[in-house]
């Protein structure tokens, strides 16, 4: 075991995509009894030389993400012929609908077949809402592979958006453009979260109504952030006919600093210690004697008072004599 783990990290390394595809799947796996070789597997990653950018996507299903990321990645992998980029995309249903994962490399036509990107669908396996703490594991392992640039897409639904933060360095959402209804859509939590806004589908609208969606847009972003350096921007894209793509790496890049990425990326960690923690406690509780007082509560939750449930709750942990 020990030495096919050396192996793989090796290969991963080295920036062999078998090795990190098996790495991944490795990371993924919600086995009592891989949790060792995964730990050993990341121990032993020397931090990479050069830290990857970490730009995370996220916006309502349908707003254009998969195709805004495989468009903006084959123009900035044509505009650096070295450079290298992974993608991973984060779907919290992905678990159940199966589907998702075919759709992605589909969506990603440019990426799918590109020799210097690699995509990879992340199922969250049924993690209870938000982002899965592994997806911290999978950003640690595609940046020891030497990628320049990580692009992590999330769809917009519950806690991952605004948990999304805590992964990437900048963090994009993607809206439509049309005005009233995204403004309205897009939740507070969100637009304090976010360090830019791709207007996508700007070719689906007439140059007013675009007009009037980025005002609405920049208007909401005054009120909430007025007084912030720098302040978040609002640039209409088509991630379809490729317009826009330029002006807005040029933006997203522009956010790019090393004396600012290090103090967020210590405070992410910490907060990734807490999801940790969270999951670790969620495991130990279910098989311990607690678990099977809390499955016994939950099933009485049709038959019996709420505050009585509640004060058994209370008398389990001690908390009420
Ligand atoms: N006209 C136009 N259509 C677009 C544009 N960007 C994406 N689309 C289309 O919008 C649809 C949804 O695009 P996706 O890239 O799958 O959207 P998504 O946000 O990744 O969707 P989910 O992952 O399901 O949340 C597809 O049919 C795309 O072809 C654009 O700039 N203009
Ligand atoms: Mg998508």
């Given amino acids: 075991m020990a030495a096919g783990i050396e192996a793989l990290r090796e290969g991963v390394l080295r920036g062999d995509r078998v090795a990190l595809a098996r790495a991944l ?19 032993g990653l ?76 992340f199922a969250s396996g049924g993690h209870l809402g938000g982002l899965h703490p592994r997806i911290y594991e999978a950003i640690t392992l595609c940046e020891a592979a030497g990628f320049d640039w990580l692009f992590i897409e999330s769809v917009g639904t519950g806690q991952s958006e605004v948990e999304l933060r805590y992964a990437c360095d900048f963090l994009l959402y993607v809206a439509l453009p049309y005005a009233g209804d995204e403004v309205q859509g897009i939740k507070r939590g969100l637009m304090e979260a976010l360090d830019g806004i791709a207007l996508n589908k700007a070719d689906t609208v ?13 208007t909401a972003l005054h009120f909430l952030r007025g007084h912030e350096t720098p302040f978040p921007f609002v640039l209409p894209v088509s991630a379809l006919t ?18 600012s990425l290090e103090p967020q990326r210590q405070a992410q960690l910490r907060y990734w210690i807490t999801k940790y923690w969270e999951e670790a406690l969620h495991a130990w509780l279910e098989r311990s004697p607690y678990g099977i007082t809390y499955a016994s509560i939950q099933a009485r939750a049709d038959t019996t008072p709420l505050w009585q449930l509640v004060e058994e709750i209370y008398a389990v942990f001690g908390l009420i004599s």
């Fill in 25 to 43: 799947s490795l990371i993924e796996s919600v086995r009592d009894e891989d949790r060792r070789a995964r730990l050993a597997m990341l121990r």
């Fill in 46 to 121: 020397q931090p990479p030389q050069k830290p990857i950018y970490r730009v995370g996507f996220t916006g309502a299903p349908g707003a254009g993400k998969s195709t805004l990321i495989d468009s903006l990645g084959a123009y900035l992998l044509e505009q650096y012929p070295t450079a290298r980029l992974a993608v991973l995309t984060v779907d919290p249903s992905s678990w159940r609908s199966g589907g998702s994962l075919l759709a992605d490399q589909t969506r990603m036509r440019h990426l799918a077949s590109h020799p210097r990107a690699f995509i990879r669908t």
């Fill in 206 to 218: 007439p140059p007013d109504a675009l007009r009037r969606a980025q005002f609405q847009l920049e």
């Fill in 242 to 259: 490729a317009s826009g793509l330029p002006e807005l790496w040029e933006k997203i890049f522009a956010a790019f600093s090393l004396e």
